[in-house]
Nanobody, 118 residues
Framework: QVQLVESGGGLAQAGGSLRLSCAAS????????MGWFRQAPGKQRELVAT???????NYAGSVKGRFTISGDIAANTVYLQMNSLKPEDTAVYYC????????????WGQGTQVTVSS
């Protein structure tokens, strides 16, 4: 079992910044990628950004150039620096992890609310 705990959500004004943090514990040795997903009210959960143990980063087009994912998979931590926030970034943000042998991201945190006011 892998446990993921997020922190850092909150309220920001449009154009502002927030930084999310996530720490994994439990069977975290099996993780080979971590990432952030988000779900806005009435919408499906969507990928925001991911990072692999080799350092490869992937971003959704809507956040590229504004958000930066960083972290150390070996240390089981991942961060999301969110700049130039927009009201449409408002969502619950979930930390996620992919384990070795898994086809996709199959471990999830409880989520943290990010609200951007205009």
């Amino acid at each position: 079992q892998v446990q993921l705990v997020e922190s850092g959500g909150g309220l920001a004004q449009a154009g502002g910044s927030l930084r999310l943090s996530c720490a994994a514990s439990g069977s975290a040795f099996s993780i080979n990628a971590m990432g952030w997903f988000r779900q806005a009210p009435g919408k499906q959960r969507e990928l925001v950004a991911t990072i692999t143990s080799s350092g490869t980063r992937n971003y959704a087009g809507s956040v590229k150039g504004r958000f930066t994912i960083s972290g150390d998979i070996a240390a089981n931590t991942v961060y999301l620096q969110m700049n130039s926030l927009k009201p449409e970034d408002t969502a619950v943000y979930y930390c996620s992890a992919r384990r070795v042998g898994s086809l996709g991201f199959d471990c999830w945190g409880q989520g943290t609310q990010v609200t951007v006011s205009s």
